[in-house]
């Protein structure tokens, strides 16, 4: 459902694909490549970023749907929360926090990104792929966020799970493409599957006294 009178019935697959009004292609097609694009980063890290970055902005209907795809390739969906509200991100290795701390300044305030962030992204291990990569994601998630909360877009929980089963079966590619999960995928783009991540803890960091 969504706030327009003229589509009140429509979803977010509607709008994205065109079944109800006309989107810019190129809006699907940056998502796709943010998760299939070269880079240092896994499916599951750049999965744990996108929700990272919408958890920031409350914009309920695609987190789950991304909090469900990064739980679907192997991550605990309570760390997203507490990246959220650890402006430190202890759950997560060292190595990860520089790239967090762009995304929360990024979501915040726009232009408060400076050298020295990305300079501590560098010194923990980064290249400059990467790096853009988190920048792109970051710009994209946001502006997602922004749309769906401006629009009003409501998801039950039957197309939550069906939009997270469609980004992961089909590695965000077309109808027919291999999942994140499938060997033919994995032949693909090795680079993306390798268990880098590792949370810093094995149980939740308490940072408000619970």
């Known amino acids: 459902m969504s706030y327009l009178r003229e589509f009140s019935d429509a979803n ?3 709008f994205l694909y065109g079944t109800e009004v006309e989107t810019p292609g190129l809006f699907v097609e940056v998502g796709r490549s943010i998760l299939r694009s070269e880079s240092q980063l ?3 890290e750049r999965e744990m970023m996108a929700a990272f970055c919408l958890s920031l902005n409350n914009a309920q209907q695609p987190i789950n749907v991304h909090s469900r795809n990064f739980s679907l390739l192997g991550g605990q969906r309570w760390l997203i929360q507490d990246l959220v509200r650890d402006p430190e991100h202890l759950s997560v290795e060292a190595r990860f ?3 967090l701390h762009i995304i929360r300044k990024a979501t915040a305030k726009a232009d408060s990104v400076t050298r020295a962030d990305v300079d501590a992204c560098y010194d923990a291990g980064w290249n400059g792929h990467t ?6 994601l ?3 998630f ?3 966020a ?3 909360n401006i629009l009003g877009m409501k998801y039950d929980e039957e197309e939550v799970i069906g939009s997270s089963d469609y980004l ?3 590695g965000y590619g077309p109808n027919d493409s291999a999942g994140l999960n499938d060997k033919a995928y994995r032949e693909t783009f090795p680079e993306h599957i390798s268990t880098t991540f590792t949370m810093a803890k094995q149980t939740r960091v308490n940072v408000d006294g619970e």
């Open 42 to 44: 896994t499916h599951m």
């Open 131 to 136: 790096i853009h990569l988190v920048a792109t």
């Open 138 to 140: 970051t710009g994209f």
């Open 12 to 14: 977010m697959q509607d």
């Open 168 to 170: 992961t079966n089909s």
């Open 97 to 99: 926090r520089p790239l």
């Open 146 to 148: 922004r749309w769906v």
């Open 142 to 144: 946001n502006q997602m």
